[in-house]
């Protein structure tokens, strides 16, 4: 029987610097009640100089390991997901590595936007399953602002920093149904142009900037996360009644309570962040899983549906007995 990917510890980082929508109302030409009623954000964290995804990340692994109970030797391959890499090489993950003095296994860096952690889960996850490693640190780590276009109160409002991350840890094969259950993860690049940065290292004279057409956006975000969820629970023969809680990307509120409406889900049995952190794109996943799991609101055992759509379009959704 091939071993289960547990995840063993969950950590976070969030930047110090908090920003209201009225902070942010005096330089963009925006207001409180516009980005509340649109997406339900009322604040985000945005990073300092050194605040960079790597330092962010780090710190997030950190908490991770602490709370598994485990070490850095116990690490043998980190996985970062992230659209806002310190440097085009080396991998952010390896400069997480070298921070945490781990100095064994592998390292690599995943670009699929807000599906990121998604994405480095079920990879880690097939590489656990197929017996590459044994512990292995999944970690999602953004400074989107950065790559805001303040020019554009469309998407400079929507965004925020931050990082968050789990350590998955090989098991036993007891038979016990504990860990990730399944992972599914799709793309399609033919709708590369409705979300997107404008440029990167290897373009010439453009750093580049987010543009995002959100109208088009919402609506493939609402059709293919709902696929995705039928998907999961066909592939595990469930039903929506057997999810306990539904973790989403945090873009927008109206999209995270069209998804618990469609599981039959009560709101208090979603886990919404995008109020305080806005979309901090691959770290959602993990910060909102870490919230809900430091205050004690997920517990072990029970089943949680994580999911996520990002720029590519990428999207993607992970089943997991905690
Ligand atoms: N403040 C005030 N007014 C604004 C602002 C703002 N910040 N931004 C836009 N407006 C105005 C527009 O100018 C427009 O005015 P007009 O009607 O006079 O022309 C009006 O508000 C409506 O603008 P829309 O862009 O059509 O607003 P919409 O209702 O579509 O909401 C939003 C925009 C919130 C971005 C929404 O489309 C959305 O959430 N889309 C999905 C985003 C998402 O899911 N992203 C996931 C992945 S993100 C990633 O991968 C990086």
């Known amino acids: ?32 009640a516009w980005i509340q009623e649109r997406t339900g954000i009322q604040q985000r964290h945005f990073a300092a100089p050194h605040e960079t995804a790597a330092f ?29 890499p310190d440097q085009a090489f080396p991998a952010t993950a390896l400069r997480v590595q070298a921070a945490l003095g781990v100095t064994k296994g592998f390292g690599f860096d995943i670009a699929a936007a807000c599906a990121g952690f998604v994405y480095a889960l079920s990879v880690a996850d097939s590489m656990i399953k197929a017996g590459q490693a044994k512990g292995v640190l999944v ?25 968050g991350a789990v350590f998955l840890r090989a098991g036993e094969g007891t038979g016990t149904d504990q860990g990730i259950l399944s992972t599914h993860i799709h793309a399609q690049g033919t709708l590369g142009d409705i979300l997107y940065v404008d440029g990167a290292v290897g ?41 306990d809680w539904l973790v989403p990307h945090q873009a927008n509120r109206r999209i995270i ?9 009560s ?28 205050d004690g609101r997920i517990k072990r055992g ?15 959704s992970a089943l997991v007995r905690m």
């Open 1 to 32: 029987m091939s071993p289960r990917s547990i995840l063993a510890g969950i950590g976070a980082y969030l930047p110090e610097r908090v920003v209201t929508n009225d902070e942010l109302a005096r330089t963009v030409d925006t207001t409180d």
């Open 56 to 84: 962010m990340g780090t710190a997030a692994a950190r908490t991770a390991l602490a709370d598994a109970g485990a070490q850095p030797s116990d690490v043998d391959g980190i996985i970062l997901a992230t659209s806002t």
């Open 139 to 163: 970690i999602g780590s953004e400074v989107y602002s950065r790559i805001l276009n303040w020019a554009d109160r469309g998407t400079c409002v929507l965004f925020g920093d931050g990082a």
């Open 203 to 243: 373009q010439p004279d453009k750093p580049g900037h987010l543009v995002m057409h959100g109208r088009e956006v919402f609506r493939h975000a609402v059709s293919r996360l709902a696929e995705a969820v039928e998907e999961a629970l066909a592939a595990n023969n469930l039903k929506a009644a057997d999810i």
């Open 257 to 265: 309570d069209a998804m618990g409406r469609k599981l039959g889900l």
């Open 267 to 294: 709101t208090d049995r979603v886990v919404i962040t995008v109020e305080q952190h806005a979309n901090t794109s691959a770290a959602s996943v993990p910060l909102a899983l870490h919230q809900a799991w430091t």
């Open 302 to 316: 029970e089943l949680v549906l994580l999911e996520a759509l990002g720029g590519g379009l990428v999207w993607g």
